[in-house]
């Protein structure tokens, strides 16, 4: 069976209409090239959804939010239903990320509503999940603390849809400007348990990927040295041209 390998980039709070427009068009031309066992996904803020799903529809990059509430619609200021981004197109949503976690007071319940209600219209979902450097050297405590992360978001969860699903394993200690970018050894574990423990809670393969400094040094070990089935960058990629270097590169 041909092994499918995920390569994808969240934006967060970056970008602009033209410089989202520069990245597409150069993803864009990757794409038309490339071998059908790659999926990319992109995750920019929600007004640039529109603009983007509209600049890339039939090429195959997968364009998701990166959040959404658990409720269809009502009194929640600021807040945007899966729903909604079901009917705009959307095609995933990125959920339980270290930011929203930590800046944004996000817990494991909060996360498993909104995967139960993304999956069950129909959206993909990216589930973030990793630990701290609080726990990090001590294996016995990070394996019961992603298990946990994990069994709460997926503990109600519809049938799944073939690559409806796929789990990012982000270490928050590994993530963002002035995170020390991971040796293997340091994550090969994690990845493997996480195998383990999503593939006895879900019934379909579920693609795992690495997040947290992912650069076009580590992006080869990191895929081929490990469980994973893909990688999730994040300021690296804002660039297309070292985003597409950074895939090439791992393969
Ligand atoms: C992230 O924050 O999810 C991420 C992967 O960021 P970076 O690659 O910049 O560490």
Redesign the pocket.
Known sequence: MTRIRWFGT?W?MNKSPQTAREWTTAVGTYMAEMPADQRLFVMPPYPLLPQILQDTKGTGLIVGAQNCHWVTSGAFTGEVSPQLLKEIGAHNVLLG???RRKQFGETDEMIGRKASAALRVGLGVVL?IGEDASIKDDPATTRSFLEKQLSIALGDIPALAPEQLVVAY?PVW????G?DPPAVYEVAEQLRVIRHVVDQIVNEHVPIVY????TLENGPSLLTETVADGL?????ALDPAMFIRIIQTAL
């Open positions: 969240n967060k990320h270290a930011e973030c982000e590994a993530i963002g400007v995170a997040g947290g400094s992912v999730f960058i994040g300021r690296h």
